[in-house]
Nanobody, 123 residues
């Protein structure tokens, strides 16, 4: 079982930036994909971004394209989500996820979840 621990959430004004990190530990399989989801109050959990093991394959939900950037450091078993030009609609609990392939994460086929970190964007 893979343990995922997120950090970097917080309160920011609209137009600001935050960088989320997620460290993986435990029985990390080789070549796993990682990604980010978010869930706002009263809404379903939404896919945000995913990255393959090599970093060659990346997916984003349309609403964050051009504003968010996902990256990873395999030497540190860590994935990052750089969030720029934040909007109040980005307010949610952000969850880190790990799975077999980036395309499967995009389809919500997740093997492991983190505990979530709150991101609040004020207007």
């Amino acid at each position: 079982q893979v343990q995922l621990v997120e950090s970097g959430g917080g309160l920011v004004q609209a137009g600001g930036s935050l960088r989320l990190s997620c460290a993986a530990s435990g029985r990390t399989r080789n070549n796993y994909a990682m990604g980010w989801f978010r869930q706002a109050p009263g809404k379903e959990r939404e896919f945000v971004a995913a990255i393959s093991w090599s970093g060659a394959t990346i997916y984003y939900v349309d609403s964050v394209k051009g504003r968010f950037t996902i990256s990873r450091d395999n030497a540190k078993n860590t994935v990052f989500l750089q969030m720029n030009s934040l909007k109040p609609d980005d307010t949610a609990v952000y969850y880190c996820a790990a799975g077999l392939l980036a395309v499967k994460l995009r389809g919500h086929e997740v093997d492991s979840w983190g505990q979530g970190t709150q991101v609040t964007v004020s207007s």
